[in-house]
């Protein structure tokens, strides 16, 4: 808080000194009263002027003798599987360079989606609720994790105390060992730490020494073809997987992703594929539901030649919708992508699935999204029909205009973890035991979602078909 004009340059230089060194937000307080006041100049006799500067450095790098004791660990690894988090967004090509000489695997949290490409040969994808079945396996089996920059909170989806050996690098402290118990802590920057510690590892040479990343690179192609199907139906409600795919399609190589918390997470972690140059962000626990719209905002102002896109659920959209004004007032042309099933679809299946209860206050009145949009100044679409996905996003994303596309998609369709547990299905059946509603419209899209997996090999869907630039981009880099 500034409490007198004289205090202001202090109050600023130690806000941007913690904003920088804490790579996080700072907050200045200034009292009405004492914006009304004039600078008098009758500064303390302690305070000397000039007295700061504005040189900062941020390089912080681990002693060698701890870089030495990392590289063994993993030389000796057979199983190593890397975990990377927001914290090595600037050390992607470090990553896969140590993925390359110890072929090792790289699990992505969510917060470093965008640290190497979902395309990359050396991802399995997202962790936990909403990663990948490889990813699971992957970490069941590491015998080695290296985590760079993350503090991945759902630790039951780590490897067992005890399982693996455990190198983490992180610029904070106190983060060190907190979600695993490592065997060697780095504190500091990600990037130059990996570049400090690349020297020191042994290049794998033959092939029994990369049987795990081939394993898992297999198990990666059967996920990759499963989520093709379910993004490619045809089906009326239109599927949630299918949005997400649409408009991964249509995403520039450099676009920014921001999404939402919801059911709309899980569709934009598997179906929503970043690569290169691209980035992508959301609440990282997964928890503050809003965030969407203003993220794309902030994207967009701070970079205007970029594409700027939200992913966002009905639920957090409603609560800060009004900030689509905003973007028009300020003619900022981002995209809104609106999964719209009016319900919160995160806390219904929580409450079945984690809880075992039917669901309890999830529903609420439909909102004309498309219309919202227009009388806001913007462009609004809506999608309906399963044919119409591709054409009206590829449509709307060339707007020069704020736009909102809202698609109606089907309500009941579950948001499934990588692996089924026993305990899942039996919450489940016990929701339905105790009235959850719609019972057995679920039951009937669970069996169908299962029927259809099984016989994907037999049926084609071309809904997309002619709207997937993203495949070509991969193709022709192959």
């Not at 808080?1 to 130690?14: K, L």
């Not at 780095?186 to 092939?207: E, S």
């Not at 900022?332 to 075992?356: H, S």
Request: glycine letters at 8%; charged letters at 25%.
């Amino acid at each position: 808080m500034i409490n007198s004009p004289e205090h202001a340059e202090m109050a600023v230089d130690i806000a941007c000194r913690n904003a920088l060194g804490r790579k996080s937000v700072s907050h200045l307080t200034i009292p009405i009263d004492v914006q009304e006041q004039k600078l008098k100049g009758k500064y303390s006799p302690h305070k000397v002027k000039g007295h700061t500067s504005d040189i900062f450095n941020h390089d912080v790098i681990p002693s060698p003798e701890l870089l030495r004791k990392a590289a063994n660990i993993l030389n000796e690894g057979k199983k190593i599987v890397i975990l990377v988090g927001q914290g090595a967004l600037d050390a992607g090509d470090e990553d896969t360079i140590i993925c390359e000489r110890l072929g090792a695997p790289v699990v992505k949290a969510l917060l470093g989606k965008a640290v190497i490409s979902d395309y990359s040969p050396y991802s399995l994808g997202g962790i936990g609720m909403l990663g990948t079945s490889p990813a699971s396996d992957a970490m069941n089996e590491a015998d080695t994790i290296l985590m760079i920059g993350t503090s991945f909170p759902y630790i039951d989806y780590l490897p067992r105390p005890g399982q693996a050996k455990g190198i983490q690098i992180d610029i904070v402290p106190e983060r060190i060992g907190l979600r695993y118990p490592v065997d060697i802590g780095l504190v500091g920057d990600a990037k130059q730490t990996l570049n400090c510690m690349i020297p020191m590892l042994n290049k794998r040479q033959n092939k029994k020494e990369n049987e795990f990343l081939v394993s898992k690179q297999k198990a990666m192609k059967k996920w990759d073809s499963l989520l093709k199907e379910q993004g490619s139906r045809t089906d009326k409600p239109i599927k949630p997987q299918v949005i997400a795919t649409a408009v991964s399609n249509e995403l520039d190589d450099d676009a920014i992703v921001s999404v939402d918390s919801g059911t709309n997470t899980i569709w934009a972690a598997r179906y929503v594929l970043v690569h290169d140059k691209m980035k992508f962000s959301l609440s990282g626990t997964l928890a503050t539901m809003g965030c969407g719209l203003p993220y794309a905002i902030s994207a967009k102002v701070a970079f205007p030649d970029r594409q700027s896109v939200a992913f966002v659920g009905d639920g957090g959209f409603t609560m800060l919708m009004g900030e689509f004004a905003t973007a028009v007032q300020y003619d900022l042309p981002i995209k809104v992508v609106i999964i719209k099933n009016n319900t919160l679809g995160m806390i219904r299946w929580e409450q079945m699935a984690f809880l075992g209860n039917p669901e309890y206050a999830v529903e609420f009145t439909p909102i004309n999204f498309a219309k919202f949009a227009d009388e806001c100044g913007g462009k609004g679409y809506s999608i309906t029909e399963p044919e119409d996905v591709g054409p009206i996003i590829h449509q709307a994303m060339k707007e020069k205009k704020p736009t909102i596309i809202e698609a109606y998609v089907d309500p009941f369709d579950p948001p499934m973890p990588p692996k089924v547990e026993p305990e899942f299905v039996k919450n489940i059946a016990e929701s339905f035991a105790r009235g959850q509603p719609y019972a057995s419209r679920m039951g009937l899209t669970l069996y169908r979602n299962q029927i259809h997996e099984r016989l994907r090999g037999l049926h084609h869907h071309n809904s997309l078909k002619n709207h997937d630039h993203k495949r070509s981009y991969n193709e022709d880099k192959k």
